[in-house]
């Protein structure tokens, strides 16, 4: 079992900037990726980004893409997700989230659109973005 807690959520004007953190305990050596989505109210869940863990390939949605970052501390265990620009529409829980699934696989643009595909689910922590 793999446990996830994300932090750094908050309020935020539109242009403005967050840093979410997800620390990862317990089995994290059996996982490949780790990945942030999102849900608003009434949407679907939306993958953001992706990371092969202990590798520095990524991928991105198209909506967040020039504006967001994700990384990782290995040391840590601990994935990050860089958000700039901010604007309203990326009001949402975001999730941090990992599956032990292949990692050439994992870790494609693929895998975003799929949010079953990762079995580990943090709590989530709120984004709002508002003026």
């Known amino acids: 079992q793999v446990q996830l807690v994300e932090s750094g959520g908050g309020s935020v004007q539109p242009g403005g900037s967050l840093r979410l953190s997800c620390v990862a305990s317990?089995?994290?050596?059996?996982?490949?990726?780790m990945a942030w989505f999102r849900q608003a109210p009434g949407k679907e869940r939306e993958g953001v980004a992706v990371i092969a863990t202990r590798g520095d390939l990524s991928n991105y949605a198209d909506s967040v893409k020039g504006r967001f970052t994700i990384s990782q501390d290995n040391t840590q265990n601990t994935v990050y997700l860089q958000m700039n620009s901010l604007k309203p529409e990326d009001t949402a829980m975001y999730y941090c989230v990992a599956t032990t699934a292949a990692r050439a696989i994992c870790a494609d643009v693929w895998s975003l659109g799929r949010p079953t595909f990762f079995q580990y689910w943090g709590q989530g922590t709120q984004v709002t973005v508002s003026s």
């Open positions: 317990g089995a994290t050596v059996s996982t490949n990726c």
